[in-house]
């Protein structure tokens, strides 16, 4: 089974950073679109930012300029730098993985994340 782990959450001071990590496993990982989303109580899950197989880059208008989401393949691992948290980025922050050809995308288990003075 696909494995996605993710981890880096915490407790930080608004204007603070994180950076996210999410390691994947028994996945073809280079052929996979990866993605970071969000959920905070009372709403919907939403896309955060998501990188391509080829390297291309999308972001939620609220985060950007804010927030880098990279991969390296070699370490099967994908990041979410967070800079210049505010309390409204409180969230869970989950990895998700879409290998091309297969119908369902893969899940990790979510990390919080909690921006508070």
């Known amino acids: 089974q696909v494995q996605l782990v993710e981890s880096g959450g915490g407790l930080v001071q608004p204007g603070g950073s994180l950076r996210l990590s999410c390691v994947a496993s028994?996945?073809?990982?280079?052929?996979?679109?990866m993605g970071w989303y969000r959920q905070a109580p009372g709403k919907e899950r939403e896309l955060v930012a998501s990188?391509?197989?080829?390297?291309?880059?999308n972001y939620a208008d609220s985060v950007k300029g804010r927030f880098t989401i990279s991969r390296d393949n070699a370490k099967n691992t994908v990041y979410l730098q967070m800079n210049s948290l505010r309390p409204e980025d409180t969230a869970v922050y989950y990895c998700?993985?879409?290998?091309?050809?297969?119908?369902?995308?893969?899940w990790g288990q979510g990390t919080q994340v909690t921006v508070s003075s």
């Open positions: 028994r996945i073809r990982f280079a052929s996979s679109a």
């Open positions: 998700n993985a879409k290998l091309i050809g297969i119908l369902n995308s893969f």
């Open positions: 990188v391509t197989t080829g390297g291309s880059t």
